[in-house]
Nanobody, 120 residues
Framework: QVQLVESGGGLVQPGGFLRLSCAAS????????MGWYRQAPGKQRELVAT???????NYADSAKGRFTISRDNVANTVYMQMNILKPEDTAVYYC??????????????WGQGTQVTVSS
């Protein structure tokens, strides 16, 4: 069983910053691509940023220049530094990972989500 546990969400004022973390635990061979998605009330879940196992990154236009995704492959953790936060960044942020659970099987996992609220 693989678990993704997020942390770092909270309430922040516009222009502020937060750092999200997502740690993978359980039994697995390796972790491939990881990413952050978000879902605002009444909207569909959307991609924010992804990072491959070799640390190639991809960002949604809304995140470019403000958010930075990174990972620690030893700690099986992905991070997202979010700067210059805007009210429209308010959402539940979810961690996602492709995990090789054994040599012939890759599964996709989601974290439970962490709330980010940007408000004055």
């Amino acid at each position: 069983q693989v678990q993704l546990v997020e942390s770092g969400g909270g309430l922040v004022q516009p222009g502020g910053f937060l750092r999200l973390s997502c740690a993978a635990s359980g039994s697995f061979d390796s972790i491939g691509a990881m990413g952050w998605y978000r879902q605002a009330p009444g909207k569909q879940r959307e991609l924010v940023a992804t990072i491959t196992s070799s640390s190639s990154t991809n960002y949604a236009d809304s995140a470019k220049g403000r958010f930075t995704i990174s990972r620690d492959n030893v700690a099986n953790t992905v991070y997202m530094q979010m700067n210059i936060l805007k009210p429209e960044d308010t959402a539940v942020y979810y961690c996602n990972a492709f995990v090789r659970v054994r040599f012939d099987t890759i599964r996709n996992y989601w974290g439970q989500g962490t709330q980010v609220t940007v408000s004055s």
